[in-house]
Every structure is written in structure tokens, then in C-alpha cells.
């Protein structure tokens, strides 16, 4: 289990309001990932380091967020945030709000099969 005591102040607070008022990309997705991929656990605005992130799978060391018409940060934000979490061995997928309400399946998909080990080159 994570140690909290360790985040910036207010980021539990934070991720909580953050999962209370999620957009409708992100309450489809989190859905879709409980249905389609019940083997992986992806916990959702959860607090790592300075940051928040929208889905996060620990053991594919995976983030996935999900950006739209709100979306608050900057590309140079965006930038900073992508490398914290590089640096902490995680990789990024990124999709926009009408990505996933247009396309579920397919953002389901990508982020399966960035969760797959690739086949080996023997």
C-alpha cells in the first residue's frame, strides 16, 4: 500500500474531489476498464509525487489521461508532468475527451495492448 504521509499537502484531498467530479470521458473509461480489462488494476485520480493522475496502473507502470475542452494545462505542463512520471518508469497515454466518447473500444484497445508484453524476437 502507498504511503501517503510522503504526497504534497492536500493531494489526497485533491484526488478525492477530483473522482467526485469526474467528466463523463472519465467515468466512461474508468467503466470500460472495469469491464474489459478486469484483470488489471488501474486505480483513477490518484495522487503520485506533485501531481494527479487520471488512471494509473501500477504493476503495467501505465498512466492514462484524459484531456479536454477544460483541460487546464499547458503543453508545457503537460511536458513537465510527462517527464516526472517518465522518470518514475511510468508511460503516458494520452486521449481527449471526444476520443473516448466517440471511440471507447479503441482507447480500451491501445491501452490493452500498451499493457501486453511484446513478443519476444526469437
Known amino acids: 500500500m502507498r504511503n501517503y504521509r510522503d504526497l504534497p499537502s492536500g493531494a489526497v484531498d485533491?484526488?478525492?474531489i477530483l473522482r467526485r467530479n469526474a467528466t463523463e470521458a472519465e467515468k466512461r473509461l474508468w467503466r470500460a476498464?472495469?469491464?474489459?480489462l478486469p484483470t488489471v488494476k488501474f486505480r483513477r485520480q490518484v495522487p503520485h509525487g506533485a501531481y494527479v493522475a487520471d488512471f494509473l496502473c501500477f504493476s503495467g507502470k501505465l498512466v492514462v489521461e484524459v484531456d479536454g475542452a477544460s483541460h487546464a494545462e499547458s503543453a508545457e505542463q503537460d511536458a513537465v508532468r510527462t517527464r516526472y512520471f517518465e522518470t518514475q518508469g511510468y508511460q503516458i497515454l494520452r486521449f481527449w475527451n471526444h476520443?473516448?466518447?466517440?471511440?471507447t473500444e479503441g482507447v480500451v484497445a491501445v491501452i490493452a495492448a500498451r499493457l501486453s508484453p511484446s513478443p519476444s524476437h526469437a
Open 33 to 36: 476498464l472495469r469491464e474489459q
Open 99 to 103: 476520443e473516448v466518447m466517440e471511440n
Open 14 to 16: 485533491q484526488a478525492r
